[in-house]
């Protein structure tokens, strides 16, 4: 009986102590930046939103400061809506912030081979240096240049045809200045394969199953989430697959065009690839894909700032007609005379960014800021629209306001690899290793586009068919997902004179013989 009693002392002590160990995960520990309070087990889970988590990141950075940190479970996370301390994380300390945490819904739809979700071992690297050196500067302005010009031109004369279709024609223009440098194939229409090419990985919108390993065992059939991913995975796989494919067969012809894949597939033939056909396949796609998609959305903002702010289009066109007046449109080599669009182009990237949270770093180490503890595999977000939208930083942050950027007038690559963070301009690039490798050529084709805009058209509000006045823009209507876009809306948008229609029917003509080589 006194066995008995023992044995039983035994495995209650073992049960109370399995259950305080138990009720210990999700607590923040005391030397961690501060943050909402945490439930046994869950942490702050049931306080991460399914959509808006970068709303939310606002409202805490005003409640517990603007390094904060929430609770997954077990997995801590800290949040940056601090200049400083971005720029003493992830720009100093490098080196150990980084990394990406590890993503399943990521695998799922990536296989693990994608730049911006894969870790910091030698395939980023390559990939990394791949990018890097096609989208430089001196291969912008020396080489691709003449897609970009082309390209934009071709952009301003569907837009005299079809000006309800402007939606579409962006996204076309973007994706074929994309696919044209990096499979030598231009989409001339929107609905053509290389004129087309991401909700499913929203912080908030998956369940925490890099929290919680056991959530992988849920069979798709159960798991909307899981399908999403892999359905999406597949359509990838597909898209870039057949890219590959179309490639492979114009190089079987004897057919070879100066492009990127050209280019390395002749490299690698020689000296061997340092990536398997699936990573290199991706990596192509990938190139398209952050061209594209990211650049897309960001011009669109620009039109809907537009037409929502005549006020910053009568300013600009000021500087445009004094520099080019209505017998040529402006181009890149007019950068220097045109500041203030390139204020319109920060403001637009700070006022909407597209990566709103952007992709998350993790920390390899142990590490701190400030005198406050950050763990090993922490995940590090720079919640990009919080700092954005913070009047202590950006006065009056919900208004669009180029004029807060008249002393910016560098690119921004220039103010992110500054050692004053306080002159930072926007984070909508990231920050540190991690930052958008393609931010050159994104900050040519934003700055082409949006002075060519405003060189050629008028925009403004629709008209309500019933009433007959201007009916309202809605700014807030974007999509939910880890890159934001607006959803569609209707703009007016008005040739500014016979002379500026005759200057884009003849630029047109000239644009249209240069392309012809990307068909």
């Given at each position: 009986m006194a066995i008995s009693i023992y044995g039983l002392?035994?495995?209650?002590?073992?049960?109370?102590?399995?259950?305080?160990?138990?009720?210990?995960?999700?607590?923040?520990?005391?030397?961690?930046?501060?943050?909402?309070?945490?439930?046994?087990?869950?942490?702050?889970?049931?306080?991460?939103?399914?959509?808006?988590?970068?709303?939310?990141?606002?409202?805490?950075?005003?409640?517990?400061?603007?390094?904060?940190?929430?609770?997954?479970?077990?997995?801590?996370?800290?949040?940056?809506?601090?200049?400083?301390?971005?720029?003493?994380?992830?720009?100093?300390?490098?080196?150990?912030?980084?990394?990406?945490?590890?993503?399943?819904?990521?695998?799922?739809?990536?296989?693990?081979?994608?730049?911006?979700?894969?870790?910091?071992?030698?395939?980023?690297?390559?990939?990394?240096?791949?990018?890097?050196?096609?989208?430089?500067?001196?291969?912008?302005?020396?080489?691709?240049?003449?897609?970009?010009?082309?390209?934009?031109?071709?952009?301003?004369?569907?837009?005299?045809?079809?000006?309800e279709d402007f939606y579409d024609q962006i996204k076309r223009y973007t994706a074929s200045v994309a696919a044209s440098i990096t499979y030598g194939q231009r989409g001339a229409t929107p609905d053509n394969f290389w004129a087309k090419w991401t909700e499913a990985m929203e912080p908030g919108a998956n369940p925490p199953v890099d929290e919680f390993p056991f959530l992988k065992l849920i069979p798709a059939s159960m798991a909307a989430w899981k399908r999403r991913g892999i359905s999406a995975g597949k359509v990838m796989d597909g898209v870039w697959g057949n890219a590959r494919q179309i490639i492979n067969d114009r190089r079987a012809r004897g057919e070879r065009r100066n492009c990127i894949i050209d280019n390395l597939l002749d490299e690698y033939e020689k000296k061997g690839s340092p990536f398997t056909d699936h990573s290199f396949n991706n990596l192509m796609g990938e190139v398209v894909e952050g061209g594209a998609d990211t650049t897309a959305a960001q011009l669109l903002t620009l039109v809907l700032a537009f037409a929502a702010n005549p006020r910053v289009q009568e300013r600009a066109r000021q500087e445009i007609d004094a520099?080019?007046?209505?017998?040529?449109?402006?181009?890149?080599?007019?950068?220097?005379?045109?500041?203030?669009?390139?204020?319109?182009?920060?403001?637009?990237?700070?006022?909407?960014?597209?990566?709103?949270?952007?992709?998350?770093?993790?920390?390899?180490?142990?590490?701190?800021?400030?005198?406050?503890?950050?763990?090993?595999?922490?995940?590090?977000?720079i919640a990009t629209w919080a700092i954005h939208h913070l009047d202590s930083i950006y006065e009056d942050s919900e208004q669009f306001n180029p004029d807060r950027y008249l002393d910016h007038p560098k690119l921004a690559n220039d103010y992110a690899g500054t050692s004053d963070y306080l002159k930072r301009d926007h984070y909508n690039y990231g920050a540190?290793?991690?930052?958008?490798?393609?931010?050159?050529?994104?900050?040519?084709?934003?700055?082409?586009?949006?002075?060519?805009?405003?060189?050629?058209?008028?925009?403004?509000?629709?008209?309500?068919?019933?009433?007959?006045?201007?009916?309202?823009?809605?700014?807030?209507?974007?999509?939910?997902?880890?890159?934001?876009a607006p959803l569609p809306f209707n703009v007016r948008i008005k040739p500014r004179s016979k002379e500026h229609i005759a200057t884009i029917i003849k630029e047109r003509s000239e644009a249209d013989g240069f392309m012809e080589q990307y068909r």
């Open positions: 002392g035994i495995a209650a002590a073992v049960i109370l102590i399995g259950i305080y160990r138990l009720l210990q995960v999700g607590k923040r520990d005391k030397r961690m930046p501060p943050g909402p309070p945490t439930l046994p087990i869950l942490g702050n889970i049931h306080q991460i939103p399914t959509t808006g988590l970068f709303k939310q990141f606002r409202e805490w950075s005003k409640q517990y400061g603007s390094v904060f940190s929430l609770k997954l479970g077990s997995a801590n996370i800290v949040v940056l809506c601090d200049r400083k301390a971005i720029h003493k994380l992830l720009v100093e300390k490098g080196a150990n912030f980084s990394d990406r945490p590890e993503s399943y819904v990521g695998n799922l739809l990536t296989q693990g081979d994608h730049v911006a979700l894969q870790q910091m071992d030698t395939t980023w690297r390559e990939k990394r240096k791949v990018i890097s050196h096609t989208f430089s500067p001196k291969q912008l302005d020396e080489n691709h240049y003449k897609v970009q010009e082309a390209e934009s031109t071709v952009l301003m004369a569907n837009l005299l045809e079809t000006p520099c080019c007046g209505s017998d040529r449109s402006p181009t890149w080599s007019d950068f220097a005379s045109l500041p203030y669009i390139n204020c319109i182009i920060k403001e637009g990237m700070r006022w909407r960014p597209v990566a709103v949270t952007a992709l998350p770093h993790r920390a390899r180490a142990d590490d701190e800021y400030d005198g406050m503890f950050i763990p090993k595999d922490t995940t590090i977000f540190g290793r991690r930052i958008c490798p393609g931010i050159h050529l994104a900050e040519r084709n934003m700055w082409r586009i949006a002075a060519k805009l405003l060189w050629a058209y008028e925009f403004s509000p629709p008209i309500n068919a019933v009433t007959g006045k201007e009916q309202p823009l809605d700014t807030e209507a974007y999509n939910p997902g880890i890159l934001q």
